[in-house]
């Protein structure tokens, strides 16, 4: 079911300064924040919520991103914030065209309210061969199935925080297979590939109950955009 249009392959350079801009903050707390770190043939970058990381050819340092370059600075790597612990466990994959256009409408739906974290995550449930993507404000809801190579037995399921940024950083995977790992420990989730390694944080807490609500439409009307 699940099977990538071509092998995975290096992010072209345009291709990664877009994702560069998806995440770093603008005005992050912290300056280091505002560039990237290479160590080991690795490029990471933060805005501690949410961690990415590329293969890369450029020299082990700190890297700031001015127009269209990353130019070397002369900042310590040790000052740059450690990656989270890879979950290792890969529960699912999915294609990335799909992950990418759920997380797209997945957004509209989701809230904005810090005062309600759950509701600016979305909800994932994986069971038999499925992928069950929901997110809410309250008053929108995006409720969506897709199928997926599930790995792990069971349901498995979990909130991802980051919504923003992970949709911005699926447009770069659209055309290949993507995994979903999601250790017991339950606090970091990653989604992605060698080529681009997404780690966000999970949301705590009990998602709200969408069954009575969701729509089971038995029937199905498409109207053109003319008509």
């Keep these: 079911v699940v099977k990538p249009t071509k092998k995975s392959e290096p992010m072209q350079p345009a291709d990664v300064i877009k994702s560069v801009k998806a995440v770093i903050p603008a005005h992050p707390d912290f300056p280091i924040l505002a560039n990237v770190a290479v160590k080991n043939g690795v490029m990471a970058f933060t805005n501690l919520d949410t961690f990415v990381t590329t293969p890369t050819k450029l020299a082990d340092g700190v890297y700031q991103l001015i127009g269209k370059d990353l130019v070397k600075t002369k900042d310590p790597i040790a000052d740059f914030p450690d990656p989270p612990k890879q979950p290792t466990r890969v529960v699912a994959e999915i294609l990335g065209e799909n992950f990418s256009d759920a997380y797209k409408k997945a957004w509209l739906a989701v809230s904005a309210d ?97 069954a009575p609500i969701a729509p089971n439409y038995r029937k199905q009307i498409v109207i053109g955009k003319k008509e």
């Design 114 to 210: 810090e005062n309600r974290p759950l509701l600016t995550g979305v909800r994932f449930e994986i069971e038999n061969g499925t992928m069950t993507i929901t997110s809410t404000d309250g008053y929108k809801l995006w409720h969506a199935t897709y199928p997926v190579k599930q790995v792990a037995d069971g349901k498995i399921g979990f909130v991802a925080g980051g919504t923003k940024e992970v949709t911005k950083l699926a447009a770069q995977l659209t055309d290949r297979a993507i995994g979903i790992s999601f250790d017991n420990s339950g606090k970091d989730v990653a989604i992605g590939d060698p080529q681009l390694n997404i780690i966000t944080k999970t949301i705590e807490g009990t998602y709200p109950n969408i």
